[in-house]
């Protein structure tokens, strides 16, 4: 019996994270969880002052979902104010493993700049374009010493976004700044 192939069968796939229990053991070394961290939420609101983004994140990947322990939407009031799992400005805090961008950035561990994900067809499916509008998206890995990536800082947009080496330098830059910061234990309460 012949077995006919799909040449797109393989484009959605979340990328198998064999850091992942590692990763967890990490996050409870630091104190990090499925709960807001008020010093990410202003860091996420910097985040989307300096690339001009109406949205953006502290993502923490987890085994089957994605925790946005820091998160910012344009026009949402104070997202430090917010409960584990409220929506800011529309945007839930935690996100199924197979949503969104992120965990290709934590596989990898290396920036991601999507200026307009339709352009791409391995991203264009992603659910987040269907159900949040997702167009374009530039995150970096949260890189700890030990090699593992804790997870994203990532901004979003729901318009296509020229994001340039500028903005693929900026996120970069913050993310290695979150992740020095977190290591120092400044922005992590225990």
């Not at 990763?23 to 002052?49: H, I, K, N, Q, T």
């Not at 400005?89 to 992120?102: A, I, L």
Request: charged fraction near 25%.
């Amino acid at each position: 019996m012949a077995t006919s192939y799909d040449p797109t069968s393989h484009l959605l796939l979340t990328p198998e994270d064999r850091d992942a229990p590692a990763r967890m053991m990490r996050f409870r070394e630091l104190g990090l969880g499925d709960r807001p961290v008020a010093e990410f939420d202003a860091f996420a609101r910097r985040l989307a002052e300096l690339t001009g983004a109406p949205f953006a994140v502290v993502n923490l990947v987890g085994e089957d979902h994605q925790y946005f322990a820091g998160l910012y939407a344009t026009g949402s009031e104070q997202a430090v104010e917010l409960g584990p799992n409220e929506p800011a400005g529309g945007m839930d805090r935690m996100m199924d493993r197979d949503h969104g961008y992120c965990p290709h950035v934590v596989v990898r561990k290396k920036a991601l700049v999507l200026e307009d994900v339709c352009d791409y067809p391995r991203f264009a499916g992603n659910p987040v374009v269907d159900e949040l509008g997702i167009r374009s998206y530039l995150g970096a890995p949260l890189l700890d010493p030990s090699g593992i990536a804790l997870g994203t800082v990532c901004v979003v947009d729901q318009e296509p976004r020229p994001w340039g080496r500028q903005g693929l330098e900026t996120i970069k830059a913050m993310a290695a700044e979150l992740a020095a910061t977190i290591q120092r234990g400044i922005a992590v309460p225990h």
